[in-house]
């Protein structure tokens, strides 16, 4: 299965809707602004594999200075199969370190699993705490006895009005322990509350990928990219747009997500 993640639950315009990270990500003060999102997305794919359409609502709420809790709910249709998704998280902060735990699941035939659950421990460096390092596990029980086991690491350089960051991840996947890996990397141009540009590659090793019309070979390489503009307009409401592209041995995707949101 695909190692970010599994069965196809990488949400276009749930995942890619986050903000990306402020500076001094594990600071305790000021606190984070809440906010709430919503977007529609339309993928066409190619070789009668059936187009991707849906909609994504995404909340963030803080809960004073030390936790944020996210929610998020999917409605989509991929592959000729429709389903549901929805999952919790929350971020603690302690010092300079902090935690990020969430935990989903979702319906359908096949595009979503019955139960996600990430885990990841990360730190601020330095003395601007501008080097953030996270590492973490991923478990997916996915259908049709399909399962997934993943770790990760990232690492990100804050600057004025840019980060740079650059991670991977290995997968397992389960029947058969199919190993795969895929690197990635990000540049994000801009600043909150302002107008952010974020571009973003991954390349790799996919293991299995359930897609209704047949189960792919084991272990394929598959690239993909995205470009996303997250706009404020008066501060508090704002708009975001991403496109993306995706290719394997099977098919190309290509696709956009338009979204609208407001910060509290």
Same mark, same amino acid.
């Given at each position: 299965?695909?190692?970010?993640?599994?069965? @196809?639950?990488?949400?276009?315009?749930?995942?890619?809707?986050?903000?990306?990270?402020?500076?001094?990500?594990?600071?305790?003060?000021?606190?984070?602004?809440?906010? @709430?999102?919503?977007?529609? /997305?339309?993928?066409?794919?190619?070789?009668?594999?059936?187009?991707?359409?849906?909609?994504?609502?995404?909340?963030?709420?803080?809960?004073?200075?030390?936790?944020? +809790?996210?929610?998020?709910?999917?409605?989509?249709?991929?592959?000729?199969?429709?389903? %549901?998704?929805?999952?919790?998280?929350?971020?603690?902060?302690?010092?300079? +370190? /902090?935690? @990020?735990?969430?935990? #989903?699941?979702?319906?359908?035939?096949?595009?979503?699993?019955?139960?996600?659950?990430?885990?990841? *421990?990360?730190?601020?460096?330095?003395?601007?705490?501008? *080097?953030?390092?996270?590492?973490?596990?991923?478990?997916?029980?996915?259908?049709?006895? /399909?399962?997934?086991?993943?770790?990760?690491?990232? *690492?990100?350089?804050?600057?004025?009005?840019?980060?740079?960051?650059?991670? #991977?991840?290995?997968? +397992?996947?389960?029947? #058969?322990?199919?190993?795969?890996?895929?690197?990635?990397? %990000?540049?994000?141009?801009?600043?909150?509350?302002?107008?952010?540009?974020?571009?973003?590659?991954?390349?790799?090793?996919?293991?299995?990928?359930?897609? #209704?019309?047949?189960?792919?070979?084991?272990?394929?390489?598959?690239?993909?990219?995205?470009?996303? +503009?997250?706009?404020? @307009?008066?501060?508090?409401?704002? /708009?975001?747009?991403?496109?993306?592209?995706?290719?394997?041995?099977?098919?190309?995707?290509?696709?956009?997500?338009?979204?609208?949101?407001?910060?509290?």
């Amino acid at each position: 299965m695909s190692p970010r993640p599994s069965v @196809l639950l990488v949400v276009a315009g749930a995942l890619i809707a986050a903000p990306p990270p402020t500076p001094g990500l594990a600071q305790e003060a000021p606190g984070p602004a809440g906010w @709430l999102q919503a977007a529609g /997305f339309y993928h066409r794919v190619t070789d009668d594999f059936g187009d991707w359409k849906g909609f994504a609502l995404n909340l963030v709420a803080p809960a004073g200075r030390r936790d944020i +809790w996210y929610a998020e709910v999917v409605l989509r249709e991929a592959f000729n199969d429709q389903g %549901a998704y929805a999952s919790l998280g929350n971020r603690h902060g302690f010092g300079d +370190w /902090f935690t @990020l735990l969430s935990v #989903g699941g979702g319906t359908g035939e096949f595009i979503h699993p019955d139960l996600r659950a990430d885990f990841t *421990l990360g730190k601020a460096w330095l003395s601007r705490r501008n *080097l953030v390092t996270m590492a973490g596990v991923t478990y997916v029980n996915a259908k049709l006895g /399909f399962e997934d086991v993943a770790a990760f690491g990232s *690492l990100a350089l804050y600057f004025p009005g840019v980060v740079v960051e650059a991670g #991977g991840r290995a997968n +397992w996947s389960y029947p #058969g322990a199919v190993e795969a890996s895929r690197g990635f990397g %990000a540049i994000t141009l801009g600043r909150e509350r302002r107008r952010y540009v974020i571009l973003r590659g991954s390349a790799g090793w996919e293991g299995y990928q359930l897609t #209704g019309v047949v189960t792919t070979q084991r272990r394929f390489r598959s690239y993909e990219a995205s470009l996303a +503009w997250r706009e404020w @307009l008066g501060g508090k409401v704002g /708009f975001f747009l991403q496109g993306e592209w995706y290719d394997n041995s099977f098919y190309t995707r290509t696709g956009a997500t338009v979204g609208v949101f407001r910060h509290w």
